[in-house]
C-alpha cells in the first residue's frame, strides 16, 4: 500500500480552501483567547501578591464566645487564662504555661460519639474560609490528640450564620 496523491474537483478545492480559513480563524481565536487568559491569571496573581504583602490574606483567629458539648463532655474555653501544655521538642519532653488564646479543653464525660458547638464572633470583613487548629498534648492518652481513643476523628463541621 503505498502513498495516496490527493486529486480534488474544482468544488472540493473550493471547500477545502472555506475549511482552512474557519481552521486558521478558529485557531487565530483560541490563540488570542489563550493570552488573553495568560494576561489574566498574571493580573489575579498580582492582586493575590499585593493583598498578602498587605496582610489581608492573613488569617483572623477568631476566639470562641461560647462551647458546648451536646453529648456530655465539658467544654472550657480558656483566653487570657493560663493553660499548661506539654509538648515534645528535640526527644524532650517539656511544659509551657501560656494564655489559652481561644483555646478550648474537653473535660468530664467522654462518651464515644461527642458533637461540639461551637460560637464565634467574627469581624467585619468577607470570611471564605474556616480553619479549625487541633493542639497536641502529652497528657493525653489518645496520640495526644484524644482523650480515650487512639485517634482524633473529625466527621463533619457545619457552619451557620445567625
Known amino acids: 500500500m503505498g502513498a495516496q496523491l490527493a486529486l480534488p474537483t474544482d468544488a472540493q478545492k473550493t471547500q477545502l480552501a472555506a475549511l482552512d480559513a474557519k481552521i486558521a480563524a478558529a485557531r487565530s481565536r483560541l490563540d488570542e483567547a489563550s493570552a488573553m487568559r495568560v494576561v489574566v491569571e498574571q493580573e489575579k496573581e498580582a492582586d493575590l ?19 458546648r458539648a451536646l453529648g456530655g463532655a465539658t467544654l472550657t474555653v480558656y483566653d487570657k487564662e493560663p493553660v499548661v501544655s506539654n509538648f515534645y521538642l528535640d526527644g524532650s519532653l517539656n511544659t509551657d504555661t501560656k494564655p489559652g ?7 468530664g464525660e467522654n462518651p464515644d460519639r461527642e458533637t461540639y458547638v461551637v460560637t464565634l464572633k467574627p469581624g467585619a470583613g468577607a470570611w471564605r474560609q474556616l480553619g479549625l487548629e487541633v493542639v497536641q498534648d502529652e ?3 489518645g496520640a495526644r490528640y ?12 457545619e457552619a451557620e450564620i445567625c
Open 139 to 141: 497528657s493525653l492518652p
Open 49 to 67: 501578591r499585593e493583598r498578602w504583602g498587605a496582610g489581608a490574606l492573613a488569617w483572623a483567629w477568631q476566639h470562641p464566645t461560647a462551647a
Open 101 to 107: 488564646d481561644g483555646l478550648i479543653v474537653a473535660s
Open 146 to 157: 484524644a482523650r480515650g481513643a487512639d485517634r482524633f476523628l473529625l466527621s463533619e463541621v
